[in-house]
């Protein structure tokens, strides 16, 4: 007897026929179980999160507006100070300004605004 001849003996082609037709029935089950993980993911993930993508794009621009103007006011600041600090620096070079106890940077200006 051939090799390929001993696998086909009676009803081995019920057998394969049944075995396909429990392969194909598993594979809708899996098919639809993914349909409906994938439609349950669409209604209940990703819908709601593009519904709110404009106002979170919204709601990011205006956070990035204050910052952008807390900054410029804290920069500008930063830079007044410094200016002033400079100026009084060069009082004291110059002999205008005379103040012999260690002072705060407000104290500092209002012994200046005094001696003036």
């Not at 194909?24 to 639809?32: D, L, Q, W």
């Amino acid at each position: 007897m051939e090799p390929d001849l001993r696998f086909f003996h009676f009803g081995a082609t019920k057998e394969i026929g049944s075995a396909l037709t429990r392969m194909c029935m598993r594979h809708r089950s899996i098919e639809s179980k993914l349909k409906l993980f994938t439609s349950a993911l669409t209604d209940n993930l990703i819908n709601p999160l593009e519904l709110k993508i404009e106002e979170w794009k919204k709601v990011a621009s205006q956070l990035d507006k204050d910052h952008a103007k807390e900054y410029k006011k804290a920069r500008a600041n930063i830079k007044k100070k410094s200016s002033d600090t400079i100026k009084l620096q060069k009082r004291v070079k110059k002999g205008k300004l005379v103040c012999r106890a260690p002072l705060g940077s407000e104290s500092l200006i209002f012994c200046l605004e005094f001696w003036d």
